[in-house]
């Protein structure tokens, strides 16, 4: 026993591990469970969600849709940082996490119950997310993790399920744990856990197989404003909409598809399968558009906090006052990001062929090579001789005092050589 609560409101993403944690907080705190399902876009469970909560013991089962929110005040200033944790994942799992989070603190005061619940293990990410973000937003609530505690693994999961007769949808023969969202599909389990095994072809469903890829490229063109995008092909579209055609297009092209070796908060190395289509494509649309209107220092210094808010939000630190200031000077910059980005999509890849902004810092007449060009190349002679002096004089100090500097016998400067002494 691990002392007796009253009324616990659990995360519920209609999964195993969800499924299993109604009846498992039953038995081990003599709680009442209400159950909350946050719509962020995924499709595989939300269809009888609601029944199996309440068939699996649920009090009462809540049902919140926050796909818009996702999008607006998640997704699209993620977006605005490039966010890429360690160069490759766009966070999808990570940026939906704080909301639910949001939502959940919110049933447990209406409700007025003395914990919260999720369905998270205790080697992965998602239980610093959940339990960092409670403890922030409502410290006085009590975080209830029945897989960290009772360290079941799949296998004793779906076993103890055929015991309580459960509703769930996993069976034995297919043992993948999958979380979805409007910006990404993450799987985890079985032969994927091998780095050095491909995974199969089964465990897609965003991303079309090989052979169903269109023989001909398809272009796709993406309309920013202010750095959110507001428009495909010429067309307004809401952000959810836009996502999601976003994900259906590119990904029948099998673009978003990564496999990955990530650092996890808890210090361990997992092997990682995603599904991004609309996350990448959005992503190199947004970094393109920056590189035409941001000037050099702003975006060398941008790439630095891009780097930094990418871990804070992986670490499960959105609700800290690092994640709102390093938000707020990524907002800033964003005052030009605006224009259009042209990408073709074809056999995986989504490649950036154009972009314009009434805000481009490229001057066609100083740039070009024609006649028209208004740059002044003889000033180039005087800026070089400034633009060097420094690294000149350091490098003339360095050989004069005979400071190894790594140059080659051929660069060398001659240095002088004392007499031999005599026999």
Known sequence: MNGKLEHVVLAYSGGLD???????IREHYGAEVTTLTVNVGQEGELGDALERARANGAREALFVDARETLAEEFLFPALKANCLYQGTYPLSTALARPLIVRHLVNAALRHKADAVAHGCTGKGNDQVRFDLGVQTLAPHLRVVAPVREWNMNRADEIAYAAEHRLRIHV???????????????????????????????????????PDLWPREPEEVTVGFVRGTPERLDGRSLAPVPLIQELNRRAGAHGVGRIDHVEDRVVGIKSRETYECPAALVLVAAHQSLESLVLSRDVLSFKSMVERRYSEVVYDGLWYSPLREALSAFVEDTQST?????????????????????????????????GRDSTFRQDASEGFIHLFGLAPKLAYAKRRASGTPSGEGEETAAPRAVSPATPP
């Open 337 to 369: 990001v605006t224009g259009e980005v042209r990408l073709r999509l074809f056999q995986g890849s989504a490649r950036v062929v154009g972009r314009s902004s009434p805000y481009s810092l490229l001057s066609h007449r100083l740039a070009t090579y």
């Open 18 to 24: 969800t499924s299993v944690a109604i009846p498992w």
């Open 171 to 209: 069976k034995p023969e297919s043992p993948y744990s999958v979380d979805e969202n409007l910006w990404g599909r993450s799987i985890e389990g079985g032969v994927l856990e091998d780095p050095g095994s491909p995974p199969p072809e089964e465990v897609f469903q965003w991303t079309g197989h």
